[in-house]
């Protein structure tokens, strides 16, 4: 092998050490695959290749928080595929569970409320859900948001700020109602 392949092969302790690092964030990647790309089926494409790609350069990994790490090179191997591929494909379908729960006519309410918010995120333009998805659903900081998008903090605080704004305004048209606030989802 040349050198350049060489460098680029994991050693042992480096798939051990990063099966322990990062496979943790497996799901965490597919999900926020799955938001990013609309699709199922290309969200286990892009998580896969992410995952193959935090492997090659796990060398490069400086310690840290790994899930904001791993996020970022979903994001990067998304918008790759992005390229190659074209615009963003529709959404499917949004995950249609209901909630758990003893009384089934609130399990139904939550269920469709979850399904409006689904439909309505999914819809946002893509800068929107995915800084959404990161706080939200992620639950990752600023300062990790920051790292994953390449931004400055306060760009993060104002994007994840419009983001929100947007998602209400677009729910509460989508429900039809003036006074619906996300607390309530």
């Known amino acids: 092998m040349d050198g350049m392949s060489e460098a680029l092969e994991p050693d042992r302790d480096a798939v051990e050490r990063f099966r322990t690092v ?35 350069y796990f060398h490069a990994f400086r310690g840290g928080e790994a899930r904001p790490w791993l996020l970022r090179i979903v994001r990067n191997t998304w918008h790759d ?27 139904a309410m939550a269920g469709d409320r ?4 689904a439909a309505v995120l999914a819809a946002l333009p893509a ?7 990161l706080r939200e659903v992620e639950d990752l900081t600023y300062k990790e948001i920051a790292a994953v998008l390449d931004l400055p903090i306060g760009t993060v605080m104002s994007r994840l700020a419009r ?14 109602r003036r006074d619906h606030g996300l607390r309530d989802l």
């Open 22 to 56: 990062m496979l943790p964030h497996l799901d965490a990647a597919y999900g926020f695959a799955r938001w990013l790309t609309r699709d199922p089926v290309q969200a286990q494409d892009v998580a896969q290749e992410a995952m193959l790609r935090a492997l090659r």
């Open 114 to 117: 979850r399904r409006h918010l």
């Open 81 to 107: 595929a992005r390229l190659r591929r074209g615009a963003d494909q529709p959404l499917e379908a949004a995950d249609e569970k209901a909630a758990d729960g003893p009384d089934p006519e609130q399990s």
């Open 127 to 133: 800068e929107s859900r995915e800084i959404l998805v």
């Open 163 to 176: 983001a929100r704004e947007r998602l209400a305004c677009d729910l509460k048209r989508r429900l039809g």
